[in-house]
Nanobody
Framework: VQLQASGGGLVQAGGSLRLSCAAS????????MGWYRQAPGKQRELVAQ????????YPDSVRGRFTISRDNAENTVLYLQMNSLRPEDTAVYYC?????????WGQGTQVTVSS
């Protein structure tokens, strides 16, 4: 089973995107889940996480601009709302557990922010 991220695309600086992540058989509210990103030539980094109790945390680079959430009904979809996007947000975005489980990395979704 892989965690499939979707919703990426090309957007101008200052724009917004909402990413989604789903996987059958995983109830996200039971785990600490996160969104990660990897830019060309850089290591993968965690940009948002939500615990089983709903507590969220973000690094300074995205705090106030990104919001992680789960769907309230079935808790089988994870979202990342990204506002005020910057060119430095350009990366492939993935979802996974926190800490990540290597067997669940999917292909990710490309986000490209033009200046």
């Amino acid at each position: 089973v892989q965690l499939q991220a979707s919703g990426g695309g090309l957007v101008q600086a200052g724009g917004s995107l909402r990413l989604s992540c789903a996987a059958s058989g995983i109830i996200f509210r039971l785990y600490t889940m996160g969104w990660y990103r990897q830019a060309p030539g850089k290591q993968r980094e965690l940009v948002a996480q939500v615990t089983s109790t709903g507590r969220t945390n973000y690094p300074d680079s995205v705090r106030g601009r990104f919001t992680i959430s789960r769907d309230n009904a079935e808790n089988t979809v994870l979202y990342l709302q990204m506002n005020s996007l910057r060119p430095e947000d350009t990366a492939v975005y993935y979802c996974n557990f926190v800490p990540p489980d290597s067997t669940y990395w999917g292909q990710g979704t490309q986000v490209t922010v033009s200046s």
